[in-house]
């Protein structure tokens, strides 16, 4: 198996929760860093959001590897920025028998 090509700069944001004053919450995003990946499209299919219609895209994210509980490791739920881009974290599995990459599976969102 050939070593992916880590080409691409991704920031890792997580989701934050804060107060919003009114007795509910509001969801923000913190960088958490920044992560070379490889980016590989797989799937799209058309949606229908709440007021129009959405494309969805399936990729496959390739990262290096960081131990379990470290800040540097994706989760599901987190999600990949490339600029104005988008990638939501579905899932994230081990690439390779030694552990060194792995492999988030994620959905972009583009309203059309």
Do not use: K, Y
Not at 57 to 84: M, N, W
Request: hydrophobic share 40%; proline share 7%.
């Amino acid at each position: 198996m050939a070593a992916p090509r880590l080409n691409r700069p991704l920031v890792l944001e997580v989701p934050q929760r804060s107060p919003d004053g009114a007795g509910g919450f509001v969801e923000d995003w913190q960088a958490r860093g920044t992560l070379w990946a490889e980016l590989s499209a797989r799937t799209g299919r058309e949606a229908e959001g709440a007021a129009t219609s959405v494309g969805l895209a399936a990729f496959r994210i390739t990262v290096r590897a960081a131990p379990q509980g470290s800040p540097r490791r994706p989760q599901a739920g987190q999600r990949l920025r490339d600029g104005a881009r988008l990638f939501n974290i579905l899932s994230v599995t081990e690439q390779d028998p030694a552990a060194r990459f792995l492999t988030c599976w994620s959905e972009e969102e583009v309203v059309t």
